[in-house]
């Protein structure tokens, strides 16, 4: 018994482990960014932020494919994309449960967002975007979906959620140890870019995570698995509406 839940936790933690590291280390490096974005959308601009997301995601989306290839046997694109939800079965069903439990995570913002006074003030670095320039909005409602919203869900409840419960139960109670490990390793993946490229103080960073980022991906994961479809388009679209709301606001 003491073998096969290691088995079963042994690929999560693994993906986990190079996903982490893979984004920690070069955030690590070079520390937090503060350039200045440039004002106009230019060819070089365009090329550089895509060569940015190849360089990002690149590295993740090759790991993920020759680990689902060499550890589970998937053999095609299409096995690989269907064995970390990205499926059309379950499709409206998984919509149907995000539609159902998106006001939970407005609630889950709204409580961060009083709570957060309790903290102490967000850094001014952070919380100035008025010098953000017109496109810049745009770029990150698009980046909020693909890589950021598709991957992570694919990483998150498509594949770690998915294989820490490999019977599936319909019932949360028995979900809860996987929905519970899951969201923890997804909360902590976070922790190097809440320090490092957003430069947020410590308290800050332990408080987003408590308040914010954990029991989000808990929902989540209750989207995941009351769909009963194994299909992550619902907890995809919760994702990004959460990341891109704050940027569709900036066009406002």
């Given at each position: 018994?003491?073998?096969?839940?290691?088995?079963?936790?042994?690929?999560?933690?693994?993906?986990?482990?190079?996903?982490?590291?893979?984004?920690?280390?070069?955030?690590?490096?070079?520390?937090?960014?503060?350039?200045?974005?440039?004002?106009?959308?230019?060819?070089?601009?365009?090329?550089?932020?895509?060569?940015?997301?190849?360089?990002?995601?690149?590295?993740?989306?090759?790991?993920?494919?020759?680990?689902?290839?060499?550890?589970?046997?998937?053999?095609?694109?299409?096995?690989?994309?269907?064995?970390?939800?990205?499926?059309?079965?379950?499709?409206?069903?998984?919509?149907?449960?995000?539609?159902?439990?998106?006001?939970?995570?407005?609630?889950?913002?709204?409580?961060?967002?009083?709570?957060?006074?309790?903290?102490?003030?967000?850094?001014?670095?952070?919380?100035?975007?008025?010098?953000?320039?017109?496109?810049?909005?745009?770029?990150?409602?698009?980046?909020?979906?693909?890589?950021?919203?598709?991957?992570?869900?694919?990483?998150?409840?498509?594949?770690?959620?998915?294989?820490?419960?490999?019977?599936?139960?319909?019932?949360?109670?028995?979900?809860?140890?996987?929905?519970?490990?899951s969201s923890l390793l997804a909360t902590l993946y976070h922790i190097p870019a809440?320090?490092?490229?957003?430069?947020?103080?410590?308290?800050?960073?332990?408080?987003?995570?408590?308040?914010?980022?954990?029991?989000?991906?808990?929902?989540?994961?209750?989207?995941?698995?009351?769909?009963?479809?194994?299909?992550?388009?619902?907890?995809?679209?919760?994702?990004f509406l959460l990341d891109a709301i704050p940027f569709i606001l900036l066009l406002?």
């Open positions: 018994m003491t073998s096969k839940k290691l088995r079963e936790t042994k690929g999560p933690l693994t993906v986990w482990l190079f996903v982490t590291l893979y984004f920690a280390i070069p955030m690590l490096i070079s520390g937090s960014s503060n350039g200045t974005l440039p004002q106009n959308v230019t060819i070089s601009l365009i090329l550089a932020l895509l060569m940015s997301i190849a360089i990002g995601w690149g590295g993740v989306l090759v790991f993920l494919a020759i680990f689902l290839a060499l550890w589970e046997r998937r053999r095609s694109l299409g096995e690989i994309f269907s064995s970390v939800g990205l499926r059309r079965t379950g499709f409206v069903k998984s919509v149907l449960w995000s539609f159902a439990l998106f006001p939970f995570c407005v609630v889950v913002g709204l409580i961060s967002m009083m709570l957060s006074n309790f903290i102490g003030p967000l850094p001014t670095a952070v919380s100035n975007s008025e010098q953000a320039p017109f496109w810049y909005p745009w770029y990150m409602i698009i980046y909020s979906f693909f890589p950021v919203a598709v991957l992570e869900e694919a990483i998150a409840r498509g594949y770690m959620l998915d294989r820490l419960m490999p019977q599936h139960p319909s019932s949360l109670t028995k979900a809860l140890p996987a929905m519970l490990l809440y320090l490092r490229v957003y430069a947020l103080p410590i308290p800050w960073t332990i408080g987003r995570l408590t308040i914010n980022v954990f029991p989000i991906s808990l929902v989540l994961s209750i989207v995941y698995v009351r769909a009963r479809t194994r299909n992550i388009i619902g907890p995809i679209l919760i994702h406002t």
